[in-house]
């Protein structure tokens, strides 16, 4: 089992900052991916980041240059670097992570992220 627990949301106004950070405890060993994907109200949920096992990462392109995903094996954390953010970044984080074949790019969505995920965090992004 792995826990996920996710810090540092908060509010802050468009084209601003925020680092959000995922603690991973448990039988990390076993996971081939981890990354982040955010769930808003009225919304299907995107997977906007994730890092495999071998370092490949993927972002969505919706992030793409404006979120730095980074893997801290030293001490089990997975960060996501937000910069320049948008109206439409305003969602709940969760950080996730999976014990299967690893994440890939199927049909222009990031795939993969489906064993276990944390609480959560909110992200709000105002004008």
């Known amino acids: 089992q792995v826990q996920l627990v996710e810090s540092g949301g908060g509010s802050v106004q468009a084209g601003g900052s925020l680092r959000l950070s995922c603690a991973a405890s448990g039988y990390t060993d076993s996971t081939n991916c981890m990354g982040w994907f955010r769930q808003a109200p009225g919304k299907e949920r995107e997977t906007v980041a994730a890092i495999n096992g071998d370092g490949r990462i993927l972002y969505a392109n919706s992030v793409k240059g404006r979120f730095t995903i980074s893997k801290y094996v030293a001490n089990n954390t997975l960060d996501l670097q937000m910069n320049n953010l948008e109206l439409e970044d305003t969602a709940r984080y969760f950080c996730?992570?999976?014990?299967?074949?690893?994440?890939?790019?199927?049909?222009?969505?990031?795939?993969?992220?489906?064993?276990?995920w944390g609480r959560g965090t909110q992200v709000t992004v105002s004008s």
């Open positions: 996730a992570a999976d014990s299967g074949g690893g994440c890939a790019v199927i049909g222009g969505a990031i795939r993969g992220l489906t064993s276990h």
